[in-house]
């Protein structure tokens, strides 16, 4: 079960995505984030406190995302990890990559 | 051990499957269409129990996405396991609360059959509606179940040809081996569907290697990125035993797959390692893998792990690691599947080595193997584990 809402703050579009980003949902997630990244907003948040689980996929979803936040120059930051998806990340080394924050108004106010 | 609930395994099952959760699976709209023509009904559809809703990857007839669980016919399929019908679903007590049976025009004949997976656990059902009274015969009912085992099978299909493939493709080795007074055991449970861990090992004179990888990412093209970053890893293991820095190995093997990564647009983590069984040292490297242990016979745990993330992810330098194995020291590496099968992720160090510390390197990995046959992995799952015996 997943499904992303889409909010904007001050000129930044926060995505939330809900329940599982594993490989059945990982598909759904690029695209939202790649729309989200060429819609011209100066930043893009995803606020990762709405998911209950992450895998391996949702892991690379979340790592290409900012690969292609990096080639397009958009900011993105991820904020709101649970425990779980943050064991994830660490045991990936992607938190060196993604830099989490704690909160969604932490991931705005760092701009 | 955890007790599993039937939903918690239904869930698992669901998750593993991997079906899309919008649009439909064209052979499970065509069998479908075939119920309504076939038995002259509005609308047909499979359904599967996802959480506390129902989804419907395939299907004919006026339709929704999804349905919250309570409000469907199918939910009674989960009580029975058996077929469940009604004639008039607006005088029976089970359904005729059920908002399409309150609709204008009220859905009064209902017709489903349980779809289960192979280990008996029912995922969804196959279900005919109608508007109208209706009272199938028992020719009618018959052919119903034969396309209820047609969509079954479809359902389960996907899943069981992509495990096909991987096993083709992987040369896992299958025994213990044994160099002087080292060992290398390591075995793999593969997940339903393609979990895609790699694992090998092997020595060459008094040199041994091992090493783990997963690609981050399922699917067709997970499956197919497997064989090449099998092929890279294992093409150049002559230069590892010979000496080669394992940060060059795997840059190496980065650099053969670049172009594979960049289009599937995975990456793939590693740990690798490499022994001399005379001078007893341990050299490492991990591309974002993090999941190894070092057990000290002396009652220490040593996490061996590097700040590299995963192959694909950025081009850059990688680092060898070295360390000494003293007699009676373990290093334990397991795929991140093992994670989905402790009680507490966060603290699987922990829950690793109460696993392994008691006992031999075999009965630990048949242990910890052990849990994925008690609750469907949604990942494969491996255990490597090295020892200098004592």
């Not at chain 2, 969509?151 to 002087?180: H, M, N, V, Y």
């Not at chain 2, 016979?297 to 192959?311: C, I, K, N, Q, S």
Request: net charge negative; glycine share 8%.
């Amino acid at each position: 079960m997943f499904e992303i809402g889409v909010d904007r703050v001050e000129g930044a579009t926060v995505l939330q995505p809900r329940g599982r980003l594993t490989m059945a949902s990982a598909g759904a997630f690029r695209d939202a984030v790649t729309t989200a990244l060429h819609a011209g907003d100066q930043l893009v948040v995803i606020d990762l406190a709405g998911l209950a689980f992450i895998d391996s996929s949702g892991l690379g979803a979340l790592a290409g995302a900012q690969r292609i936040a990096h080639a397009g120059d958009v900011p993105l930051r991820v904020c709101g990890a649970s425990d779980q998806v943050r064991l994830a990340m660490e045991l990936t080394n992607l938190d060196d990559l993604l830099q989490p924050f704690v909160t969604v108004d932490a991931a705005l106010d760092a701009r | 051990m955890t007790i599993v609930s039937a939903d918690e395994r239904r869930q698992r099952v669901v998750d593993i499957l991997g079906l899309p959760e919008r649009g439909s699976l064209p052979v499970l709209d065509r069998i479908a269409r075939i119920a309504r023509r076939m038995f002259d009904v509005p609308s047909s559809a499979v359904t599967v129990f996802d959480a506390d809703r129902v989804f419907i990857p395939g299907g004919s007839g006026d339709l929704p996405e999804s349905i919250p669980r309570e409000h469907t016919f199918c939910q009674h399929v989960l009580d029975t396991s058996g077929p469940v019908t009604t004639s008039d679903a607006t005088c029976d007590p089970r359904f005729r609360d059920l908002p399409a049976v309150r609709a204008d025009p009220a859905i009064r004949f209902y017709l489903g059959y349980p779809l289960t997976e192979p280990g008996g656990t029912v995922i969804g059902a196959f279900c005919v509606f109608d508007t109208r009274t209706r009272e199938f015969d028992a020719a009618q009912v018959a052919e119903f179940s034969d396309l209820a085992a047609w969509a079954q099978r479809e359902l389960l299909a996907e899943a069981e040809s992509g495990r096909a493939r991987a096993a083709q493709t992987a040369l896992l080795p299958d025994r213990p081996l044994r160099i002087g007074d080292w060992s290398v055991t390591g075995r793999c449970a593969a997940a339903l569907n393609v979990g895609g861990d790699y694992f090998d090992y092997g020595a060459d004179g008094h040199v041994l290697h091992a090493g783990l990888a997963d690609v981050m990412g399922k699917g067709t093209a997970a499956a197919l990125l497997g064989s090449s970053v099998h092929g890279a890893l294992r093409g150049a293991i002559q230069s590892v035993t010979e000496g080669m820095d394992l940060g060059r190995y795997l840059q190496r093997a980065e650099t053969q797959l670049a172009d594979e990564l960049d289009r599937s647009g995975a990456f793939v983590t590693v740990f690798q390692l490499s022994a001399d069984t005379r001078t007893h040292r341990l050299r490492y490297a991990d591309a974002g893998f993090g999941l190894a242990l070092l057990l000290r016979a002396t009652g220490e745990r040593e996490r061996l792990t590097g700040d590299d993330p995963p192959l694909g992810l950025r081009r850059r330098e990688r680092r060898e690691h070295q360390v000494e194995l003293l007699p009676g020291d373990r290093l334990v590496c397991v795929s991140d599947g093992v994670l989905d099968l402790v009680e507490n992720p966060v603290r699987w160090p922990e829950a690793v080595e109460s696993l392994v510390r008691p006992s031999t390197d075999a009965e630990a990995i048949d242990t910890i193997l052990g849990l994925a046959t008690e609750r469907p992995p949604l990942d494969d799952v491996t255990v490597i584990i090295v020892q200098r015996h004592p």
